[in-house]
């Protein structure tokens, strides 16, 4: 078996065109070269195969085209997240009493799950250079709220997001154009769209097969500011022994992402631009006023084909949670507090869902874990 590391994917990775430091926001950490994906342009032998779709404009590996549109799925303001939970879900909204007050400078809070696509016609990667690329899984919750027993439920608001890379981004050094794939997203749309294999025709290499998700960690989430900058912040609660695969991916027990949202006002380069833009009302529009980037805030992932820069946390955690000083003089808990007590019923939660990681992972989402690849940890 030919080993690999994570140097040698990120080196076949790297490529160029990134925003100039002038179109950073002031005072932020935006201000050096960042590496965008590169371009895969589709193949035009026949109708199927010219037919467009994020992951191939974004970069990476050829995969299938979906028959679906692709990042269709924009906000749905028909009900507020809190109005939306199913039946039996875990998440206890108004769950934290006064001595819990969530810290201000967490912004968002919730479940996090990673996976990986394999290359085309690659159902069981033997190192990190069989992998497509990684995508994140979001499941916000109520900021305010407290995990109880059993699955978390689906309340239409999950979303999706495409890392066109094998790796995750590890340093300041390491920054990547991510993209929201799908958003307000229900489960039922996920295994359809997104979690399931499935196999198409092209007229110059025949039946082609684009491999499931397999699922690679599970956990608890925030999405912090610190003033200039938002990160997003988690706890690995699945596996609970970080394996070779986690660590090759990037993975860590606990890791943090600086987050910048591209203004769709200003077009990016070639190799990263969408085929469609995202649908922000004229209120978000404005808050980026000149600025090419801007810290990310939760709303802005709540709408498809939102572009962000993911940038490696040199400092881990720790800049990422760190309390606000008036939440300090307030005597308000710090932000570590609450992620780690939100991990600590994560863990409770998903012991009592099932016998082994997958298939906690796969009923967390209403899915027969039986149809899908295995939490993996090892090539």
């Not at 160029?16 to 371009?39: L, Q």
């Not at 991510?178 to 997203?185: D, M, N, Y």
């Not at 998700?213 to 706890?235: K, N, Q």
């Not at 099932?354 to 209403?366: E, N, Y």
Request: charged residues 30%.
């Amino acid at each position: 078996m030919t080993t690999s590391t994570r140097s040698q994917a990120k080196k076949e990775d790297d490529v160029t065109g990134a925003p100039p430091a002038s179109e950073a926001e002031p005072g932020s950490k935006h201000k050096t070269a960042v590496s965008e994906p590169e371009a895969k342009r589709p193949k035009k032998s026949d109708k199927k195969e010219q037919q467009t779709t994020i992951e191939e404009t974004i970069g990476g590996d050829a995969v299938k085209p979906n028959n679906k549109e692709v990042g269709s799925h924009t906000r749905d303001e028909s009900a507020p997240p809190s109005a939306r939970h199913e039946h039996g879900s875990a998440v206890e909204p108004n769950g934290r009493d006064d001595s819990e007050t969530v810290p201000s400078s967490i912004l968002e809070k919730g479940i996090i799950y990673f996976f990986f696509r394999g290359r085309v016609d690659v159902d069981e990667p033997s190192d990190i250079n069989d992998i497509a690329r990684s995508f994140i899984l979001l499941r916000p919750i109520e900021k305010d709220a407290k995990l109880g027993s059993g699955p978390i439920g689906d309340a239409g608001n999950s979303r999706l997001c495409g890392i066109p890379k094998k790796v995750l981004p590890q340093s300041g050094r390491d920054r990547w154009i991510a993209f929201v794939e799908k958003a307000g997203t229900s489960f039922e749309q996920l295994k359809k769209e997104f979690l399931s294999s499935e196999d198409y025709t092209t007229k110059t290499v025949g039946t082609r097969h684009t491999p499931a998700a397999t699922p690679v960690g599970e956990g608890v989430y925030a999405i912090t500011s610190t003033g200039r900058e938002s990160h997003l912040v988690y706890m690995l609660t699945l596996p609970e022994e970080i394996g070779e695969v986690q660590k090759e991916i990037g993975l860590k027990g606990k890791g943090a992402f600086i987050l910048s949202t591209k203004n769709p006002e200003f077009p990016g380069p070639a190799s990263t631009r969408l085929p469609k833009s995202p649908e922000y009302p004229e209120e978000v529009i404005k808050e980026f006023r000149s600025l090419r980037w801007m810290p990310t805030q939760p709303k802005h992932l709540d709408y498809a084909n939102t572009q962000f820069l993911l940038i490696g946390e040199s400092s881990g955690v720790d800049k990422a949670l760190e309390p606000q000083e008036e939440d300090k003089q307030k005597g308000v808990q710090a932000p570590a507090d609450e992620l780690e007590k939100l991990e600590e019923e994560d863990a409770k939660r998903m012991k009592g869902l099932s016998k082994d990681d997958s298939s906690r992972v796969f009923a967390d989402l209403q899915v027969n874990a039986r149809d899908y690849p295995k939490l993996q940890t090892t090539f």
